[in-house]
């Protein structure tokens, strides 16, 4: 379905600079919300070209969500420098509040899902604090950096998706972050930090989450 969609590339104004934009919706009334996703880590080669971003894209594009990543300051062509994390959560903010305002206009009432995948997971932790989406999914999210808060009175559904041969991330920093929240894990065996070879799983997984 992506496929026969060309996405739209644009820059939005954000704290540092212009903001490097990629937005996918469906030339229809019957949306299902407005998804925002964050890449990984900046100093480590984290874009929103990343393959898992990529993936998390697609498949909340084909649920029928206004779809949008974006790269943090000081990444591909964003104008700034990295925020060590705080400017990185400001990206986040005004990058959903300026879709927010856009579409609302149109649509009344659209529903926000965030999602993140390693450091952006953490990122969308914080993000979720301030602003309170209906749904958030964190893949591997790094929870051990960015003091990442509790976000089960923030958020109405949260879907945390790992996999138990991740080396970055370890699969029981994610149980000892999730168990006092009573937040479930969903753990995809064989899978290690990027997902090689489990990508498909990846995104059944949030087709299915998002279709409940």
């Known amino acids: 379905m992506l496929n026969s969609y060309i996405p739209k590339k644009f820059f939005i104004d954000g704290p540092a600079g212009k903001l490097e934009t990629v937005l996918a919706e469906f030339n229809s009334k019957h949306r299902h919300g407005i998804a925002v996703i964050a890449h990984p880590h900046p100093l480590y080669g984290g874009t929103m070209d990343n393959k898992v971003v990529h993936t998390i ?3 909340l594009f084909e649920l029928g969500f206004i779809t949008v990543k974006f790269n943090y300051r000081g990444v591909g062509k964003s104008e700034g420098v990295y925020g060590d994390g705080v400017g990185e959560i400001e990206d986040v903010v005004t990058v959903v509040e300026a879709f927010q305002n856009q579409f609302d206009a149109q649509i009344n009432n659209l ?102």
């Open 57 to 59: 894209f697609k498949a």
């Open 111 to 212: 529903s926000l899902l965030l999602a993140g995948f390693s450091f952006g997971g953490a990122v969308q932790a914080h993000v979720a604090k301030k602003l309170g989406p209906q749904s958030l999914v964190m893949v591997a999210p790094s929870v051990d950096h960015l003091k990442v808060p509790s976000i089960s009175s923030h958020v109405k559904r949260t879907l945390i998706i790992q996999g138990d041969q991740d080396e970055i991330v370890l699969l029981k920093t994610i149980l000892d972050w999730a168990a006092p929240q009573d937040l479930p894990v969903v753990v995809i065996p064989g899978a290690e930090h990027f997902f090689h070879g489990k990508l498909h799983i990846l995104k059944q997984t949030v087709l299915d989450w998002c279709r409940l």
